[in-house]
């Protein structure tokens, strides 16, 4: 069965630091991972996605997430943080055999001014 | 270009009600999928449609039903609404069945009384 952890309910993070949210995968046969971001009151926003290809992915607003298959990780990174990516952050997968796709519980991030 | 719209914003049911959510995806994008989202968790897979027919199914109970009509709109029906259904509705659209990109819609926040 697919399932993604987030171990971390919450990160807080100094503006300007680098930042790191954690996202762990299981899935059969080749994963498909996202990261998706949301506001309060709003929809989730499309960041970025790994299919194939180069392990380290490059998203909007200047995220990256680095594909570690060995670990099973998908760990989203920005060098340096800002107030405004302050927000809940959720990981997904989705295995190569259907369309459904499966959504971590998500991590609050915390970017203190 | 309109992203994904969604009606209405805000719902209060009583149990034992039945309520039916509408979603209209981004123009010229044929597939929809329906989502719950409890609060303090991640998205939850309910539905996938494409070309007007039921593509995927999560662990949901018959009480939810949803239907795409020709134009690519969809409906997501539920019946005899519990407490438990409290949620916010998400849709989200791509251009095709397994396409990976989804864009979501702002969601309909229901609360059942």
């Known amino acids: 069965a697919q399932s993604v952890a987030q171990p971390e309910d919450q990160v807080n993070v100094a503006e300007g630091n680098p930042l790191t949210v954690k996202c762990t995968y299981s899935?059969?046969?080749?994963?498909?991972l996202f990261w998706y971001v949301q506001y309060p009151n709003r929809g989730l926003q499309f960041l970025l996605k790994?299919?194939?290809?180069?392990?380290l992915v490059k998203g909007s607003y200047g995220f990256e997430a680095e594909f570690n298959k060995s670990q099973t990780s998908f760990h989203l990174k920005k060098p340096s943080a800002l107030v405004s990516d302050s927000a809940l952050y959720f990981c997904?997968?989705?295995?190569?055999?259907?369309?459904?796709?499966?959504f971590g519980k998500g991590t609050r991030l915390h970017i203190l001014p | 270009d309109a992203g994904v719209t969604q009606s209405p914003t805000h719902l209060i049911k009583t149990r034992g009600q039945h309520v039916t959510l509408r979603c209209s995806p981004i123009?010229?994008?044929?597939?929809v999928s329906w989502y719950q989202q409890v609060l303090g968790q991640g998205p939850q897979f309910i539905f996938q449609?494409?070309?007007?027919?039921?593509?995927g199914r999560g662990n949901f109970p018959d009480r939810f039903s949803a239907r795409q009509f020709p134009n690519y709109s969809s409906e997501l029906n539920v019946n005899a609404l519990l407490l438990g259904d409290s949620a916010l509705y998400l849709c989200?659209?791509?251009?095709?069945?397994?396409?990976?990109?989804?864009?979501f819609g702002p969601g309909t926040r229901l609360t059942v009384t």
């Open positions: 899935v059969s046969g080749n994963p498909y």
């Open positions: 790994y299919i194939t290809g180069d392990n």
């Open positions: 997904a997968v989705r295995g190569n055999r259907d369309d459904k796709i499966i």
């Open positions: 989200a659209s791509s251009l095709v069945r397994g396409v990976l990109e989804q864009y």
């Open positions: 449609y494409y070309e007007k027919e039921e593509r």
């Open positions: 123009s010229g994008h044929k597939s």
